[in-house]
């Protein structure tokens, strides 16, 4: 059976956030969705912008016919874990999350989002 973009949108597809010192805002990628690439001014808006450009860049693929690979998964995880963390980190997280206007799960992930990003070598992206 082939897959519709619903199929393909419910699929767990790696995000790349990252903060773009000379533009500003924020640059979200999908390494396994090749040029599947949009920005947005905070992170909230980013974050909307990319299940925006996803769904338009497996639109684009499935006119053209051009084949759609899976998200790469090597192992099962959760996507949770539970992390004990020290009471001045956890409000200044809250803060920086309020400031904006986001969730503080929403900000944690940006931040590991951009670390990974930052300290993945440069062959694999």
Known sequence: MKKTI???????????????????????SFPELPGCITIGDTIE????????????????????NIDISEPLVSEK?????????PKSLHRSLAE?????????NQYCVYLLS?????NT???YQ
């Open 6 to 28: 619903d199929d393909y949108m419910k699929l767990p597809y790696k995000m790349e956030i990252v903060e773009d010192p000379d533009e500003g805002g924020f640059v979200v």
């Open 45 to 64: 808006e980013a974050i909307k912008n990319a299940s925006d450009a996803k769904r338009t860049w497996f639109e684009a693929a499935l006119e053209e």
């Open 77 to 85: 995880y959760s996507g949770q874990f539970k992390l004990r963390l």
């Open 96 to 104: 920086n999350s309020k400031r904006e206007g986001i969730s503080m």
């Open 114 to 118: 951009r670390w990974d990003a930052l």
């Open 121 to 123: 070598p440069s062959s």
